[in-house]
C-alpha cells in the first residue's frame, strides 16, 4: 500500500517549484521558530535584570533608611498622615516607579505578584493615610494612584488565588524592624569603612647582610 505516491515527481529541473517553494516554507518557518525562541530569551534575560535591579535597590542603603526613618516616626506615635516627608516620599516614589512598570508592561504582573504581593500591600496600607493627605493638600487624586493600583492589583490575585488577606503587624510593634534595618544599615557602613594600618617595617638591608654574613662565620 503505498501511502504517497511519488510517480512523475521532479525534484529537480522543471516540474521541480512545488518541491523548492515547499522547501522554503520550511526554511522560514525554521528561521521564525528560531527568531522566537532568541526573543523569549532575550525577555526571560531581560525580567531576570530587572528583579534583580528591582532586589538591588530595595536593598539599598537608602532604601532601608528611608523605612527606617518611617518606623522610627511609628514608634514615636507620629500620626500616619504625617509622616517625615523625606523617607515617606522616597519610599513612596520607588513603589510608584515598581508600579508604573507593572502597569505599563515593562514588568511582568504575576512575576511581580509572586514576590512582591505582602510588602506591597503591607507598605501601602500603611502609607495611604499619607498618600490621601498629599493628594488633599495638592488637590491632585493621581498622587502615587500607580501604587495604590498595585496593591489593589496584588488583594485581587490573593482574592483569586484563594490566599488570606494580608494584614500589618508592623503599626503596633516597629521596633523589631527598627533593630533589623539598623543592624543591617551598620553592616553596609562597615563595609564602606577603610581600616588604615601601619606599614610593615622594612629592615635594614645593611643590617640584612651583616646578619647573614654572621650567620656565614658561625
Given at each position: 500500500?503505498?501511502?504517497?505516491?511519488?510517480?512523475?515527481?521532479?525534484?529537480?529541473?522543471?516540474?521541480?517549484?512545488?518541491?523548492?517553494?515547499?522547501?522554503?516554507?520550511?526554511?522560514?518557518?525554521?528561521?521564525?521558530?528560531a527568531?522566537y525562541?532568541?526573543?523569549a530569551?532575550?525577555?526571560?534575560?531581560?525580567?531576570?535584570e530587572?528583579?534583580?535591579?528591582l532586589?538591588?535597590?530595595?536593598?539599598?542603603?537608602?532604601?532601608?533608611?528611608?523605612?527606617?526613618?518611617?518606623?522610627?516616626?511609628?514608634?514615636d506615635g507620629?500620626?500616619?498622615?504625617?509622616?517625615?516627608?523625606?523617607?515617606?516620599?522616597?519610599?513612596?516614589?520607588?513603589?510608584?516607579?515598581?508600579?508604573?512598570?507593572?502597569?505599563?508592561?515593562g514588568?511582568?504582573?504575576?512575576?511581580?505578584?509572586?514576590?512582591?504581593?505582602?510588602i506591597?500591600?503591607?507598605w501601602?496600607a500603611?502609607?495611604?493615610?499619607?498618600?490621601?493627605?498629599v493628594?488633599?493638600?495638592a488637590?491632585?487624586?493621581?498622587?502615587?494612584?500607580d501604587?495604590?493600583?498595585?496593591?489593589?492589583?496584588?488583594?485581587?490575585?490573593?482574592?483569586?488565588?484563594?490566599?488570606?488577606?494580608?494584614?500589618?503587624?508592623?503599626?503596633?510593634?516597629?521596633?523589631?524592624?527598627?533593630?533589623?534595618?539598623?543592624?543591617?544599615?551598620?553592616?553596609?557602613?562597615a563595609?564602606?569603612?577603610?581600616?588604615v594600618a601601619?606599614?610593615?617595617?622594612?629592615p635594614?638591608?645593611?643590617?640584612?647582610?651583616?646578619?647573614a654574613?654572621?650567620?656565614?662565620?658561625?
Amino acid at each position: 500500500m503505498k501511502f504517497i505516491n511519488t510517480e512523475g515527481m521532479s525534484f529537480i529541473g522543471p516540474g521541480s517549484e512545488w518541491f523548492w517553494t515547499a522547501l522554503s516554507g520550511v526554511v522560514l518557518a525554521l528561521t521564525f521558530l528560531a527568531i522566537y525562541r532568541q526573543l523569549a530569551i532575550a525577555r526571560n534575560a531581560g525580567a531576570r535584570e530587572e528583579f534583580a535591579s528591582l532586589e538591588r535597590e530595595w536593598a539599598s542603603e537608602r532604601q532601608m533608611r528611608y523605612r527606617l526613618g518611617i518606623f522610627v516616626a511609628l514608634r514615636d506615635g507620629t500620626d500616619l498622615a504625617h509622616l517625615p516627608e523625606g523617607p515617606a516620599t522616597g519610599l513612596m516614589n520607588w513603589w510608584e516607579g515598581v508600579a508604573q512598570l507593572a502597569r505599563n508592561g515593562g514588568i511582568g504582573r504575576k512575576a511581580l505578584y509572586g514576590t512582591y504581593r505582602v510588602i506591597c500591600q503591607e507598605w501601602w496600607a500603611t502609607m495611604a493615610p499619607y498618600a490621601r493627605n498629599v493628594r488633599d493638600e495638592a488637590g491632585d487624586d493621581a498622587i502615587f494612584e500607580d501604587f495604590e493600583w498595585l496593591a489593589g492589583f496584588m488583594a485581587e490575585m490573593d482574592r483569586r488565588t484563594g490566599k488570606a488577606s494580608v494584614g500589618v503587624t508592623w503599626l503596633d510593634a516597629p521596633e523589631k524592624q527598627i533593630v533589623y534595618l539598623a543592624s543591617r544599615i551598620h553592616t553596609e557602613e562597615a563595609l564602606r569603612t577603610v581600616i588604615v594600618a601601619s606599614p610593615s617595617v622594612v629592615p635594614d638591608a645593611s643590617a640584612m647582610t651583616h646578619a647573614a654574613g654572621a650567620t656565614a662565620d658561625a
